[in-house]
T-cell receptor, first 113, second 113 residues
Framework: QKEVEQNSGPLSVPEGAIASLNCTYS??????FFWYRQYSGKSPELIMS????GDKEDGRFTAQLNKASQYVSLLIRDSQPSDSATYLC?????????????FGQGTILTVHP | NAGVMQNPRHLVRRRGQEARLRCSPM?????VYWYRQLPEEGLKFMVY????????ESGMPKERFSAEFPKEGPSILRIQQVVRGDSAAYFC???????????FGPGTRLTVL
């Protein structure tokens, strides 16, 4: 079982729709959760961090965390073509692995006009 | 406020040569992380450093790879006797002492001929 799993996609949504990206993780003791966006040929860009169960909103982005289900998601409202990218879920286990982020394989999102 | 800086952005080496990759963290950040992204693969953690200390090197290959973050100057990832399989994008990230949100530099694309 992979430590962090994401659907690779591609996920295709029309402009203006809600894009829903999902991620599950295997280490129940994981402490911190992050979503990064990576355009082709570029470096990952931090979009959201979430540490507690529930929702966290920032502009058009909402991160949702459910530690009991070991599940974290990212919703993008009013999707734009510029949101087309690979979205990476990253998990920090904490403890002796404090500095280490474990990444999923990424979900490719395409927003079509 | 300048972001994480990496140089060179592109590096070409022949098999058996040495590669040195440099990373200057964001201002105020004292924690540095190195990740590798192989073609068509996800981001993999390599090493976590603070000034003059290696905190976690659990992702570093046992041979040929080393990293340092001296008291003065940038962090260096060194790859000795490079092989074709080392061709990848190498990303550096940094975080402040009080937070584990990691911000990535533009990366160094290493090509081994």
């Amino acid at each position: 079982q992979k430590e962090v799993e994401q659907n690779s996609g591609p996920l295709s949504v029309p402009e203006g729709a809600i894009a829903s990206l999902n991620c599950t993780y295997s280490d129940r003791g994981s402490q911190s959760f992050f979503w990064y966006r990576q355009y082709s040929g570029k470096s990952p860009e931090l979009i959201m961090s979430i540490y507690s169960n529930g929702d966290k909103e920032d502009g058009r982005f909402t991160a949702q965390l459910n530690k009991a289900s070991q599940y974290v998601s990212l919703l993008i409202r009013d999707s734009q073509p510029s949101d087309s990218a690979t979205y990476l879920c990253a998990v920090n286990a904490g403890g002796t692995s404090y500095g280490k982020l474990t990444f999923g394989q990424g979900t490719i999102l395409t927003v079509h006009p | 406020n300048a972001g994480v800086m990496q140089n060179p952005r592109h590096l070409v080496r022949r098999r058996g040569q040495e590669a040195r990759l440099r990373c200057s963290p964001m201002k105020g950040h004292s924690h540095v992380y190195w990740y590798r992204q192989l073609p068509e693969e996800g981001l993999k953690f390599m090493v976590y450093l603070q000034k003059e200390n290696i905190i976690d090197e659990s992702g570093m290959p046992k041979e040929r790879f080393s990293a340092e973050f001296p008291k003065e100057g940038p962090s260096i990832l060194r790859i000795q006797q490079v092989v074709r399989g080392d061709s990848a994008a190498y990303f550096c990230a940094s975080s402040p002492p009080s937070d584990n949100e990691q911000f990535f530099g533009p990366g160094t694309r290493l090509t081994v001929l």
